[in-house]
Structure formats: C-alpha cells, structure tokens
C-alpha cells in the first residue's frame, strides 16, 4: 500500500543550547532514518522549501506497518502527522470500469 504522509509543526528553539540539542539528538538522526527509508525504496519525497515539514509517498505492507516506521523516525513524538491511505491508479480504473458496465445494463433494461 502506498501513503501519503506529512510531517509538521514541531516545538520551537527557546536558546542557542536548545537549539544545539535538539538538531543534534533529534533533527540529524531523523535524517538519517528518512535517508536510510529513501535508500530502501520505502519513501519518495523531500521537505518544502523554506517550511518546517516533512513530505513523501511510503510503501508500506500495512497501517502498522507504516505506523511503526513513523515510530522509528526520531521525530515522531514532536511532528503531527498527516496520513492519507493512496488507492493504486488500476484499482480505481477497475473500479470505473465497473461503474460503466453497471450504468450501461441499466440504460439496457429501459
């Protein structure tokens, strides 16, 4: 399954010393895990330009899945997250095509 998800907000710097820690311990390992997903082939996307958020398309086998690999994101406990499940561009083709068949027996029987 694929997911769009975006990650934003996030708490703000209070001093230099906060700053220092949290880009540290924090910003610079989630990074790194985006990084290490991106080489996987599990993620595809990037940051906004000029915006404190966090953008991309998982490929993930389930909701707990994905879940789960958000939780490994050092980030996760101070974003709030945005997830949209994605339906594949066949599936919904199939879908429509059912639709048409439906509405073309209707259109039949009158």
């Known amino acids: 399954m694929k997911y769009l998800v975006v990650g934003s907000g996030g708490p703000g710097f209070d001093s230099p010393e906060e700053t220092l820690e949290v880009l540290q311990k924090v910003v610079l390992p989630s990074f790194s895990e985006f990084s290490a997903l ?13 915006d404190r958020a966090f953008v991309f398309i998982a490929e993930a086998k389930s909701n707990d899945d994905l879940d789960q690999m958000l939780r490994k994101i050092p980030m996760w406990g101070t974003l709030d997250w945005e997830v949209t499940a994605l339906q594949t561009f066949e599936g919904r083709a199939r879908q429509e095509r059912q639709a048409v068949r439906d509405i073309r027996k209707i259109r039949r029987k009158k």
Do not use: D, H, N
Request: proline share 8%; no cysteine; aromatic share 0%.
């Open 38 to 50: 991106e080489r996987k082939k599990t993620i595809a996307g990037g940051l906004p330009v000029g």
